[in-house]
């Protein structure tokens, strides 16, 4: 059983228990072999199983979730460790880029491979030598590493190695996310065993196996759902399907529908429906069959529906991660054909391998975000306002808009800093924040530019337009004082200089010198108020 669980957490380690099935169904494909000790070569090939078709490399498929998992740690390399026939360890797989010795076996319980083992914990290392991940081929000088330990009902089968640049330990947050994939692989035991009692022909086998790999090939959080309800057509007799993402940790929310219309006004589940209530109270999958065995008269979806008819069935499977829901699936279909037991149960486990997989998109989306988000003041950094820029120059020079630029300092703000502290200052700058946002286009890009500047973009904005804008930033920022403490507020201004592209200015570098001029500017005439720059 040693190679055949692995095959599961290669896959996993990467995309979750979604990533894990999907290998793991492929692996039965790849491999159904009449004798137990077989089973010591995980990634072999019996092409009388596709009845001569030849189905996907799985080595190469795991070579490839190994690479993602490598992207979601940032880590230079990962490495899937199995059990060995002696009951050490041996490479199992390995991401594109890391190479690899295959066929040797390392000892079970010597070195960091065997602390990782025996805490049955994330152990993360800085640095290591090369003589610690003798798996790997050509190692030079040290590195940090990361082990994830994969247990099967309290035995630990599997490791996850990951290694990168010596300097660079693993944090707390990666060595999170490597605990999430130990987690997916816990229930894959139980996961296989259902699937395999399933009934169902080759056929349905492979469309089962070609659902996975497009959900997989997905890192859209609508793509994996629209990927989802896909493969569920295939598999049952739905007419209409439909997918609700509502993540609040990543202020995410997003509706895909199949069959049918979404409405232009839907924003947000309404109460007095069935797929709210799934979301937040359901936990279990909810089969309807048609309104007259609905306990309670409720839509499906939202108010004045078309796509359920009375004698329709419908099936609604809550999307879940590690914690809360994350959104719901819903299909419906006829009850001329109805979704029989087996259908409801393929349904469910897809349902499973959708939240598994959007929960994994969710974060590495709502990591990015953060990458380019401002820690204090939660507006978008000097890294994103560079990108930001380039783009909005080369759109202005493709669509023959004027793009304006904001530049804005707050007044004497050293002396605030001075006066009340450090934490004061930094509460100042949240709330300047704040103002300065709310006081701008939904479409303008606002940054903290550095220390206490800011910078707004504005596209299709001529400069007089953006002196108006500029002037509103002022007077929202100065118009009510800042609280310091339950005692003490203080009134604060800031000096803004403002410049416009194509004309006068011909360059993104020229724009902003020109900005930075007009702010000083500002501050030499006084300070809180508006200067532009050559117009």
């Not at 486990?349 to 959007?358: E, P, S, V």
């Not at 820029?389 to 304006?404: K, N, P």
Request: glycine fraction near 10%; hydrophobic fraction near 45%; charge should be neutral.
């Amino acid at each position: 059983m040693e190679g055949l669980g692995f095959v599961w957490l290669g896959a996993a380690s990467a995309a979750g228990l979604a990533a894990g099935f999907g290998l793991g169904l492929l692996w039965r494909r790849l491999k159904k072999p009449k004798k137990a000790e077989a089973l010591s070569e995980p990634f072999g090939s019996d092409p009388s199983v596709g009845e001569g078709h030849r189905p996907p490399s799985g080595v190469a498929l795991a070579a490839q979730l190994l690479g993602l998992a490598k992207t979601s740690v940032a880590a230079r390399g990962a490495v899937l460790l199995g059990r060995a026939p002696g009951g050490g360890w041996k490479v199992i797989a390995a991401d594109a880029s890391t190479r690899v010795l295959r066929g040797r076996e390392l000892a079970a319980r010597e070195g960091l491979l065997g602390l990782a083992m025996e805490s049955g914990k994330e152990l993360a290392a800085d640095p290591v030598q090369p003589g610690a991940l003798p798996f790997l081929e050509g190692a030079q000088g040290p590195c940090a590493a990361l082990f994830s330990p994969v247990g099967l009902r309290g035995e630990t089968r599997g490791m996850l190695v990951f290694f990168r640049e010596s300097g660079s330990p693993f944090e707390a947050r990666e060595q999170a996310a490597a605990s999430k994939a130990a987690f997916y692989l816990a229930g894959l035991e139980a996961v296989f065993a259902h699937v395999e009692r399933l009934e169902g022909s080759q056929a349905r086998q492979e469309r089962v196996a070609a659902g996975l790999e497009r959900m997989l090939r997905q890192a859209d959080p609508v793509e994996i759902a629209g990927s989802a309800l896909d493969a569920l057509f295939d598999l049952v007799p739905a007419r209409a399907g439909f997918g609700v993402i509502h993540s609040t940790r990543a202020q995410y929310h997003a509706l895909v529908t199949k069959g049918f219309e979404a409405p232009t006004s839907f924003d947000r589940l309404e109460r007095a429906t069935w797929a709210y209530w799934v979301l937040t109270k359901g936990g279990e999958p909810l089969y309807l069959d048609g309104a007259a065995g609905q306990e309670t008269a409720m839509p499906l979806l939202y108010t004045g529906e078309q796509f359920f008819p009375d004698k329709g069935v419908a099936l609604i499977l809550p999307l879940r991660g590690t914690g809360d829901s994350i959104g719901v699936l819903g299909i419906v279909g006829s009850s001329a054909s109805p979704f029989h037991e087996q259908d409801r149960s393929m349904a469910a486990f897809f349902a499973r391998q959708t939240g598994a997989l959007m929960e994994l998109a969710l974060l590495n989306m709502l990591n990015a975000e953060m990458a380019l988000k401002d820690a204090l003041t939660g507006l978008f950094n000097r890294r994103h306002f560079d990108e930001q820029i380039r783009m909005e120059l080369r759109r202005s020079q493709r669509e023959g808009t004027v793009v304006s630029l904001i530049i804005a300092d707050i007044d004497h703000f050293k002396q605030i800093n001075d006066a009340y502290g450090h934490p004061a200052g930094d509460s100042i700058l949240r709330e300047v924040a704040a103002r300065f946002r709310a006081a701008v286009r939904d479409v303008d890009t606002v940054c903290r530019y550095g220390g206490e500047e800011f910078a707004a973009i504005l596209p299709a904005c001529p400069q007089d337009e953006a002196a108006r804008v500029a002037e509103r930033v002022r007077l929202h920022v100065g118009a009510t004082p800042f609280s310091v403490d339950a005692a003490t507020k203080v009134t604060v201004t800031i000096s803004l200089g403002i410049a416009a592209f194509p004309k006068p200015v011909s360059s993104g570098l020229e724009l902003v010198r020109a900005a930075d001029a007009a702010l000083y500017k500002a501050k030499n005439s006084g300070r809180n108020r508006v200067a532009a720059g050559p117009a």
